[in-house]
């Protein structure tokens, strides 16, 4: 029973990829791309994995489709993707598909005879006690591997820096000023705190149950975008410090955290053991912060591009 | 492995980049810039010591987070990682410092400057990460750093052209790092660990272990804009802002070089066949000739210099048919590996200053004349007397020529394939010298000849011309620590003995 | 057959998809939601292995690499879909070009 309802998850999965890029309009390729990353999170799900069903459903499937959404506007082929006319010629299409076919059969192989290695999880196991934190997810993510992880807070801010390169300067958005529906803004003033308090509560939930800073990270984002689509400009009107501090605070903290234990005789982002858990919550805190914060001027930036239109933003080329 | 030397200056060839990076961002655009160059000059300084450190103790690691592998990260400075680390240092250092100037005399470029300093030292963080990682899946994130730092930079000047070029770059790496990813799944799932070291001796041949290798050769192939998945590197390099331009061209491909030279020689050593290492070579030598025939034909510089480029990195490709032995022939009894290796590590120095050099006087070039289109070359040795000069120590250097560091890299990369009687590559080594030569001389005799009347030349800082033809000698100062440096490559155990396995390292996690 | 099977090959024929779909469309956006598919299927196969490996708890060390990974897959999408918006809105491409070589 339960190898058919995998079964079926998997060939939806598999079902819905090939729609989401065979579909005539943009907006139904996102649509099913949607559909796409929820039966991966529900995979993900089937397979154990609640930590990463939530990440792909809020970061993935959430945070990106907003983006993707914002970007339809845009795109005027949005109505039809109308590659008829350019579309490659048959040879090259023919060379395409005979090549991704071999290369199917090669990988289906491949994934089929893959020897068992056994994995870490007896190893992440034994060292649990160690680590500060009671959930071997966590314990990998901010302390076998915070390396990674540390690297990963600063891949968002990065691309919050390379998004202003594509205009040629720094360029934190405010909020077109249109008629919001004052209902509308009450709703978002509502909703704000409670999305704050939710997502704190999930990152202290990660130190024993699947949950984590980055889950919060996208809850407190996602309060962060509301503000911003009800008119409060959460960053533009911020004082530049702040908004630095704020985007660099966990890349920053977790580095200076890593240097101390280092002046101290360790290795770099070595904790302490008697105080590793509650170091852990501070990082996990201000990464999360960080990352909503980038997440949130993110989508402002994605927001003001469409808005250009409107009023054109003169991009710094000389 | 567990058991060498630690030592805290591996972790702060990383840390250090960031830090100043992360400080800049609360400068506006001078004390950003100020903050920048410090924090470049600072990363360069860093390298010395940690070359010192691997002179005086050999290898030295660093276990982050105080775990070893299997379950935790470790970085490792080896004499080749040093190498690498050390040319960075050096012609990032002087790209910075014509970085420097270059955005003050360009200050109508806005907000340019203000992006470039952070995202640049993200990028070099990145890059001396990815030289030290040891870690296959934190090697993925060092690449995505690389590759995101990298296209951002390439289009900061926010022209059509280049953000066309940099979406090109940007999904052609997007797909190889995942690529790269997809067998790095398949490692760890036929192996359960991720440490280069552990793998190696861990792996055994079968269809998980050959399809990873495909897909992490070709992933990584197309971020090192290798023949012929190089589509993406001509118009990315060439539409970038000069310092930027040097930069992609003289170190980002690199970085992907360098893991795949880890990769076939530490990790895939049971699964690689002789016929393996001809097909790269194949790639190469094609890359060579058609690389440099392209470049023949453009006629703007930053064009001829990119399509360069792409022949150059096919040099380094040509090395994988040598370290790659047949079957039965044992690595003791193959004495072409040191020349082999002499001329990978060779080719990477001598090119990385001599492109680098090539891009920042291209970028004089520029300023001076408003564009560079091969008409702005002529009278250059008049016009703009040290650039000329640097631009022709340059091209020799990459003609290879005698005494430059070009010449020394592709005299033992012959060597090399004549000792291992493989002497079909012999053709492509030479002829690629030969279109160079074409290019080169078709430039200088450009730069001999009488101007068009009544064109103005803009003065250009003296500073941007003396920092571009240093790089130019460095191409050839590289050559007279030779011997030096072929012996503290020596003690690293790849570069004596091929594709070579480890023994099993230590398997248990922290006491 | 076991369970982490059945995802692993699917695992193999997302990327698949993904892959041909860069290919064959030439629109950007559509190109930057192949790349997504393909992100899609290599995160599959970790966890699908994470599932085989699984003892008390699932493997968690693929786990964090996927969440990780997610991120940064995430991030460069975000710069992606910048980046054809900026072309768009300057050129009005949303295609490459034909190759000029």
Known sequence: MSLWIDSLLAVLAVFLAVRCLLAPTLPQCVFLFFAFGLTLALAWARLGAVDVAIAEAAIAAGFLGVLLIDALRDFSRSRSTGEGGDRPSRVSQGLVGAGVLVFLVVAIEAVWRVPNGGGLTALAADNLPQSGVDHPVTAVLLNYRSYDTWLEVGVVLMALLALFATGGREYFCRPVVRAVDPLLRQVILLFTPVLFLVGAFLLYLGKTEPGGAFQAAVLWGAGGILLHLGGWPVFASMAPWLRHLLLTAGFGFFLLLGFLFMAGGGALFEYPLAQAGLLILVVETLAALSIAAALTAIFAYFNGMSAESAEPFTPASS | ?511 | METYQIYSLASAVIFAVGLAGIFTTRLFFKKIIATKIMGGGVFLCFVSFAERDALAFADPVPHAMVITGIVVAVSAAAFALALARRIQQLTGQETFPVEEE
């Open chain 2, 1 to 511: 492995m567990t058991d060498l030397p630690a030592s805290p200056l591996v972790a702060l060839l990383v840390g250090v980049p960031i830090a100043f990076a992360l400080v800049s961002l609360f400068f506006r655009t001078e004390g950003r810039a100020r903050t920048g160059l410090l924090g470049s000059l600072g990363t360069t300084a860093l390298a010395f010591p940690a070359i010192l450190e691997v002179a005086r103790k050999g290898t030295v690691i660093h276990l982050l987070g105080g775990w070893a592998p299997p379950l935790g990260i470790l970085l490792r400075l080896d004499p080749l990682a040093a190498v690498f680390i050390g040319m960075t240092a050096l012609v990032g250092g002087v790209i910075s410092l014509y970085a420097w100037w270059y955005f003050r005399k360009e200050a109508t470029a806005g907000g340019t400057s203000a992006l470039f300093w952070p995202l640049w030292l993200f990028l070099w963080a990145g890059l001396n990460g990815l030289f030290l990682s040891n870690d296959l899946f934190n090697l993925f994130v060092t690449i995505e750093v690389v590759g995101i730092c990298a296209v951002a930079l390439a289009v900061l000047s926010g022209k059509a052209a280049s953000l066309i070029a940099g979406l090109r770059y940007l999904l052609a790496a997007i797909a190889g790092s995942m690529g790269y990813l997809f067998g790095v799944a398949l490692l760890y799932g036929s192996t359960g660990t991720l440490d280069i070291t552990l793998l190696g001796a861990a792996l055994t041949p079968g269809p998980a272990t050959t399809f990873a290798l495909i897909v992490m050769t070709l992933g990584l192939m197309i971020k090192t804009a290798c023949f012929p998945l190089h589509f993406w590197l001509p118009p990315a390099h060439a539409a970038a802002l000069p310092p930027v331009s040097a930069l992609l061209s003289a170190l980002v491909v690199k970085g992907t070089f360098y893991i795949l030279l880890r990769l076939w020689t530490e990790v895939f050593g049971v699964s690689l066949t002789f016929a393996a290492g001809q097909l790269i070579g194949v790639a190469g030598a094609v890359a060579v000739l058609w690389g440099s025939w392209q470049a023949l034909m453009q006629d703007r510089l930053k064009l001829i210099v990119a399509h360069s480029s792409v022949a150059q990195l096919g040099y380094l490709l040509m090395v994988f048919p040598l370290i790659v032995l047949a079957p039965g022939v044992a690595a003791e009894s193959a004495n072409w590996l040191s020349p082999a290796w002499t001329a990978a590590v060779y080719q990477v120095m001598a090119h990385g200053f001599a492109k680098a050099s090539f891009f920042l006087s291209a970028g004089i070039i520029v300023i001076a004349l408003g564009h560079d289109r091969k008409s702005s070359l002529r009278d250059l040795v008049a016009r703009l007397p040290m650039t000329a000069m640097a631009i022709a120590v340059a091209g020799v250097s990459l003609i290879g020529l005698p005494p430059s560091g070009g010449f020394f890299a592709k005299w033992m990369l012959l060597k090399g394939i004549f000792m291992s009687e493989q002497w079909w590559w012999a053709p492509a080594v030479l002829g690629g010298s030969f279109l160079t030569a074409g290019y080169v001389f078709m430039i200088l005799r450009l730069a001999f000849a009488p101007a068009e009347a009544g064109q103005p030349v803009r003065p250009v800082p003296k500073a941007l011309q003396v920092c571009a033809l240093v790089l130019a000698i460095g191409s050839f100062l590289i050559v007279l620590p030779a011997d030096h440096i072929i012996q503290f490559l020596e003690s690293t155990a790849p570069f004596a003995t091929g594709v070579e396995t480890y023994p099993e390292g230590g398997r248990h996690g922290n006491d």
